[in-house]
């Protein structure tokens, strides 16, 4: 149970959330898959080497070399990408895509600290353009994820400028509670997947949420709780008890980073093999 009621004289904590698989039912630039190879931002060749790409990363058996080889193709891939063309394409279909997805259990949660007086904080490997959106449907007050560089044509170059996974996620958090004030002993955290393990370490109160096998082993190793989470619920149904009016998020990503380029292809290789049945 949550400690509902946040002692005021104490210092500021805050909940940690990742984003895919945490908070949503599956990627957050799955969602938008259809969207961007309609506006032409992925071709049929890409389409086919990703969606195998998606399919590890979904089925949470990417370790980390794979995610490294998968870092570095899709931030290649996105060479080229107009980053208003991107904002513009999650904006127009943000509701209708994110709404179904999101987790009954994880809105009451983010419901819940608030009314503790918690803030939200999502920290994904996505992109910002893709991932700040979001947190603000959900009333997060900040946002760490992943950022590439774009250049003086506003395309982005294919460089990685920040990538918010691992080890990294967890020196955001602590950069967080030095210049908020958190007290990280008594803060929250949440995740799915076993490369979170230093960002659930970093806190007093880590969580596994639907973990894959090895974060499972180390949750129970740990005596951490384990958390089921399977209930999507449309987001509309929940906006009256989230409606935290969001900060400005800390650290706003510029890309679709590591997931980003991944969005697209599962449902383009999905819509070609009922095509041909």
């Known amino acids: 149970m949550l400690n509902l009621v946040e002692n005021h004289s104490l210092p500021r904590t805050a909940a940690f959330f990742d984003l895919d698989k945490t908070v949503i039912a599956k990627s957050s630039t799955l969602t938008f898959s259809k969207s961007f190879y309609q506006g032409g931002l ?5 389409a ?3 969606a195998y790409i998606q399919f590890v990363f979904l089925a949470g058996g990417a370790d980390h070399d794979q995610m490294e080889r998968m870092r570095k193709y899709l931030s290649s891939m996105c060479r080229g990408w107009n980053v208003q063309q991107v904002k513009e394409i999650v904006a127009e279909t943000l509701h209708d895509l994110i709404d ?4 009954d259990e994880a809105a009451s949660l983010i419901e819940q600290h608030h009314k503790a007086g918690r803030d939200v904080v999502i920290v994904s490997t996505s992109g910002a353009e893709v991932v ?3 947190g603000e449907l959900l009333g997060a ?14 395309c982005f170059t294919g460089e990685v400028e920040y990538y918010a996974y691992g080890p990294t996620k967890a020196e955001a958090i602590k950069e967080l509670a030095a210049s908020e004030g958190y007290d990280l002993p008594r803060c929250y955290a949440y995740s799915d997947s076993a490369t979170d ?7 007093g109160h880590p969580h596994a949420v639907n973990p894959d096998r090895a974060l499972r082993r180390e949750a129970l190793a740990r005596s951490w709780p384990i958390l089921d989470f399977h209930r999507p619920v449309r987001l509309k149904q929940r906006l009256p008890a989230l409606s ?5 998020a800390l650290v706003a990503a510029a890309a679709i980073g590591a997931a980003a380029a991944t969005a697209g292809l599962v449902w383009y290789a999905s819509r070609r093999r009922a095509t041909a049945v």
């Open 197 to 203: 393990l230093p960002m659930l370490e970093s806190v």
């Open 100 to 103: 179904p997805i999101i987790y």
């Open 141 to 154: 007050d900040r946002v760490v994820a992943t950022r590439m560089v774009v250049g003086e044509d506003g």
């Open 244 to 248: 935290v009016p969001p900060r400005p």
């Open 42 to 46: 992925i071709n049929r060749r890409a």
């Open 48 to 50: 086919l080497r990703t």
């Open 132 to 134: 700040e959106p979001i």
